[in-house]
Nanobody
C-alpha cells in the first residue's frame, strides 16, 4: 500500500522560509522519481519540482517560478522527501502535494504520476 503523507505547511511571512516533508511508504523509495506540485485556491495544478537518482547521479527539475528559491531533496534512509522554500511570496500560497512517478521518463509528466499525497497547506501573508 503506497502512502505519501505531507507535513510542514504553515503560515509564513513574505520573505520567510518553510520546509515541507513527505513521508513515503509502501514502495522502494530510492528507486522512483518523487515530485512536488501545488494548487492555489481556485487555480489549476502547478508543477513545482522533482528529484530522481539512477544510482550514480541525482537530477533535479524546478519550475521557473520557484527556481533559485526552492530546493528539493530526499533522505532515502528515512524515506522522506523535502522541499525547502525560501524567499516566500504571497503567490506561493497553495496546497502542496508530493507524488510518486513511474520510471517512464524524465521529467515526468502528470500522466506519469501514479500516487498522490493529500497535501499540506502553505499560506504566505503579512
Amino acid at each position: 500500500q503506497v502512502q505519501l503523507v505531507e507535513s510542514g505547511g504553515n503560515l509564513a511571512q513574505p520573505g520567510g522560509s518553510l520546509r515541507l516533508s513527505c513521508a513515503a511508504s509502501g514502495f522502494t523509495f530510492s528507486s522512483y522519481a518523487i515530485v512536488w506540485a501545488r494548487q492555489a485556491p481556485g487555480k489549476g495544478l502547478e508543477w513545482v519540482s522533482g528529484i530522481y537518482s539512477d544510482g550514480r547521479d541525482t537530477i533535479y527539475d524546478y519550475a521557473d517560478s520557484v527556481k533559485g528559491r526552492f530546493t528539493i531533496s530526499r533522505d532515502n534512509s528515512k524515506n522522506t522527501l523535502y522541499l525547502q522554500m525560501n524567499s516566500l511570496k504571497p503567490e506561493d500560497t497553495a496546497l502542496y502535494y508530493c507524488a510518486k512517478a513511474r520510471n517512464s521518463r524524465w521529467p515526468p509528466d502528470y500522466d506519469d504520476i501514479d500516487y498522490w499525497g493529500k497535501g499540506t497547506v502553505v499560506t504566505v501573508s503579512s
